[in-house]
């Protein structure tokens, strides 16, 4: 069993505790949080200690690893803290309020030998795994875009729309779709452009964000996060020289991915006898193929705390290595450099 602390009772609350005590190879030690009402209500409910100051928290009781859910102003102070004191770190995304700090939490890692792994969600999705599937199955050819777009009108007025606190879209979800976006292309991102606005907010962070990023390995990545949008698809598509997928959502029933493409050995034929830039003649009937795609029902797929389970105890691979994090803080910051909001 890891012996687990949380420290930040919003996340940590509604998402991580659950996962933990539900979890047989995890046992929740100790639980912190600078709310006192909060920590007492959570401390009666799962029958742990609890800790005003998180530190002092991890100077007392006994741990493997803690989870830092703690306002992303935190993240680098906490995980170093923990690190320095030999307990492994999950940490909530984005990893720092800025690159800088994530350099720092990245050179305590190496120096102390300790683990570190972010959460990043997307990663775990039915949706995500579906999309995976289709681009590693090849049919829609060489893959060259992938397009993910979130709307929502919600006006946010918490620590997370001030700029001071790490907060804005930009930092929030950016950190979950950039990561997502690069994970599937499999590639680092050469170039970078982004706009951000603030229309709803009340703070003076960005809530609507677009980014255009390209791979080194020739793909355009496609980031739409709008939170000023009375109406809000999901946009998943993925596009390849052989065809494209998007997700569908139909009138009744749960959305699914619809892949509309070509037989590769027809294409290969049609090239043979058209030796020209555009093998088959425009006016030419495609014989196009279409392949549905099935979204689990569930909202994740993989379970996170058997990954957290994986790597911090039985040493596998990260599922989230801290180098593809770091790629992100990267991109975080190019991002920020290029709006100049
Ligand atoms: N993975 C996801 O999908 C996801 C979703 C939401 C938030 N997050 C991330 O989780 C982190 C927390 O966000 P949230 O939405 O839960 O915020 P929140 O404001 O709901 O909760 C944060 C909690 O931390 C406590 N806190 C503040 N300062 C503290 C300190 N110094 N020590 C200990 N506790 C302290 C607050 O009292 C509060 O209870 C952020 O980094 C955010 O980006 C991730």
């Known amino acids: 069993m890891l012996k687990t602390a949380v420290i930040g009772l919003g996340m940590g609350l509604n998402f991580h505790i659950p996962q933990i005590v539900s979890h047989k190879k995890f046992e929740l030690a100790a639980i ?20 005003t100051d998180a530190y002092e928290m991890m100077d007392t009781v006994p741990l493997d690893l803690v ?14 803290a923990a690190m320095e004191r030999g307990i492994d770190v999950f940490l909530e995304k984005p990893m720092a309020s800025t690159l800088e700090e994530a350099k720092e939490i990245y050179d305590v890692h190496i120096r102390t030998g300790r683990k570190i792994m972010v959460y990043q969600p997307h990663r775990t999705f039915s949706e995500t795994v579906a999309a995976k599937a289709i681009l590693d199955s090849g049919i829609l050819g060489r893959v060259y875009r992938i397009t993910r777009s979130i709307r929502t009108y919600f006006k946010r007025s918490s620590w997370q729309a001030y700029k001071k606190n790490g907060g804005g879209t930009l930092n929030n979800h950016g950190s979950h779709y950039i990561d997502l976006l690069l994970y599937l292309a499999k590639g680092n991102a050469v170039s970078v452009k982004c706009e951000l606005q603030r229309i709803l907010a009340t703070g003076d962070a960005d809530d609507c964000a677009r980014i255009l990023m390209k791979t080194d390995n020739d793909i355009v990545l496609d980031i739409d996060m709008n939170f000023a949008s009375a109406f809000n698809p999901n946009v998943w598509e993925l596009y390849g020289d052989l065809g494209t997928a998007v997700l569908v959502h139909p009138e009744s029933g749960k959305p699914f991915f619809r892949a509309r493409y070509l037989d590769l050995k027809f294409a290969l034929e049609a090239q043979k006898y058209y030796p020209c830039t555009n093998p088959l003649n425009d006016n030419a009937e495609y014989p196009w193929m279409i392949k549905d795609f099935e979204v689990g029902d569930n909202r994740y797929a993989i379970n996170i705390y058997d990954k957290c389970y994986e790597y911090f105890k039985l040493n596998q691979e990260p599922f989230v290595p801290i180098t593809d994090t770091l790629k992100v803080m990267d991109v975080l910051k190019r991002c920020h450099a290029d709006s100049m909001f």
């Open 32 to 51: 912190a949080d600078v709310d006192e009402e909060k920590l007492r209500i959570a401390s009666e409910k799962y029958n742990v200690p609890g800790y």
């Open 67 to 80: 989870v830092i859910a703690s306002p992303t102003q935190f993240h680098a102070p906490h995980s170093i």
